[in-house]
């Protein structure tokens, strides 16, 4: 029997945790894309097309629910508003209006995953603006009145976040987002059909399929420059080559799928103490942590910069042991220990399955500063109850956030998180299992 090729299936490894961002943002982009325009044409000429509409806004009108399930790890808090931009040929001119004092962010990721760019309440205030998004490559006048924002690659997913206050305060978030439009310097529309070279469901599992889409991605979206002597070694394992697989390379990518997938997918070990951990922590670029980028891509794709939103998560409790909904926990926050926050928090359940939000009788996906059945004891304390199983005091029902019966972890949301959360001086309370009724 041949002795396996080790030095290429370390290099197929090391290629896939370098290209998956590329690839999981390709399948988003197919993913939230329209297939219509705003005058409902299609782009292309069925179901099985592949053509998309790009460089058009679209939104979110409804906080999201377990039916929602193109992203995962979604909040329940904010709308989304989406755009997917190709710079390649020319610029664009992004149009935000005043969000009076309404909580929103436009985070920009580059085709690497690198949340490079912000737009909102933090960053650039309420009073909106126009702003002038171009590609690596471009030289040209900036419009009067607009603000230029270099991108590092000409793919850019524009993913939103308007804080919307329940069901009654959907009519303002949706105002704002209203007003948020894309447009071309010249005057002509934005939107133009692209074909994103993929379906939604496709999963990184067959390398031939694999390669094609994450060299595409290579192609029209170059690496930095201090990182392209590192992608043209990816050759050899068939990433950023334009000559067939060979069949040890296609031997060599199909297992580095499977191994990398594993190793992104198993649990994290419980940084912070009491079963939390960060997986997102980066302000605006990955840098060299490819596989870092690489989990949080797989995990957690379009999530925010820390300066913007902290996603702490657990999926065991302070004992280590996996939460799993057929159990109780509980989750207490002291009197003066309660998240420092500069727009808000939340505390969001998801099944383990399949990182999606879990049903519920309550409808009830997640508990926050702006929970209005939420309730502290008289000390000033706050406590959680977490599983399938309410709590047995009546009273304590609003501070209840259901759990599946099954294996479940929750992500603590932090949106503009404060001094002592970037700092790592807060102390995040211990998620801690209760004891069974006998």
């Not at 592949?50 to 039916?67: D, E, K, M, Y």
């Not at 067939?244 to 940084?271: G, I």
């Not at 929750?410 to 299992?433: D, K, N, Q, S």
Request: glycine fraction near 10%.
């Amino acid at each position: 029997m041949a002795t396996p090729d080790t030095s290429l299936d370390a290099l197929a490894r090391d290629a896939v945790r370098y290209t998956l961002p590329l690839y999981e943002m390709a399948r988003m982009r197919a993913a939230t894309c329209p297939r219509r325009d705003s005058a409902g044409v299609f782009a292309g000429d069925g179901p099985e097309s592949t053509l998309r509409w790009i460089n058009t806004v679209t939104h979110v009108r409804a906080l999201l629910g377990p039916r929602h399930r193109q992203v995962v790890t979604p909040n329940n808090d904010t709308l989304y508003t989406n755009a997917w931009l190709d710079l390649s040929h020319g610029p664009l001119l992004l149009d935000v209006p005043d969000c009076h004092g309404r909580y929103y962010v436009l985070g920009l990721l580059d085709a690497y995953t690198n949340p490079f760019g912000y737009i909102g309440t933090r960053t650039t205030g309420a009073q909106g603006g126009t702003w002038l998004l171009h590609g690596p490559d471009w030289q040209g006048e900036v419009p009067a009145g607009a603000t230029p924002l270099p991108c590092p690659t000409d793919a850019v997913w524009i993913i939103g976040r308007i804080l919307a206050d329940g069901e009654a305060d959907l009519p303002g978030a949706h105002a704002l987002q209203d007003g948020i439009r894309l447009r071309r310097p010249d005057g002509k529309p934005a939107a133009t059909v692209i074909d994103a070279g993929m379906h939604a469901g496709e999963r990184p599992s067959d390398p031939e399929r694999y390669a094609a889409i994450v060299n595409r991605m290579l192609s029209e979206n170059p690496p930095p420059a201090a990182e392209a002597s590192l992608v043209r070694g990816f050759a050899e394992a068939g990433i950023g080559s334009a000559a067939p697989l060979t069949p040890a390379q296609r031997t060599a990518l199909a297992a580095a799928l499977v191994q990398v997938d594993a190793e992104l997918a198993a649990p994290r070990a419980s940084a912070l103490g009491g079963g939390w951990s960060l997986p997102v922590d980066i302000r605006t670029s990955f840098g060299a942590h490819y596989a870092l980028r690489a989990e949080v891509a797989r995990n957690y794709i379009g999530a925010l910069g820390v300066e913007e939103a902290m996603y702490l998560m657990a999926d065991c409790d302070a004992d280590g042991l996996p939460l799993d909904g057929t159990h109780q926990y509980e989750l207490v926050f002291p009197a003066q220990g309660l998240p420092q926050v500069g727009a808000f928090w939340s505390l969001t359940m998801y099944r383990k399955s399949d990182c999606m939000l879990a049903e519920n009788p309550l409808q009830r996906y997640s508990l926050g500063d702006r929970s209005p059945g939420l309730r502290a004891v008289p000390d000033g304390s706050l406590r959680i109850v977490m599983g399938a199983r309410g709590p047995a005091d009546p009273a304590c029902a609003g501070n209840w956030l259901p759990a599946p019966a099954e294996p479940f972890y929750v992500a603590l949301r932090l949106y503009v998180p404060g001094t002592a959360h970037l700092e790592r001086t807060f102390h995040y309370p211990a998620i801690r299992r209760l004891k069974e009724a006998s």
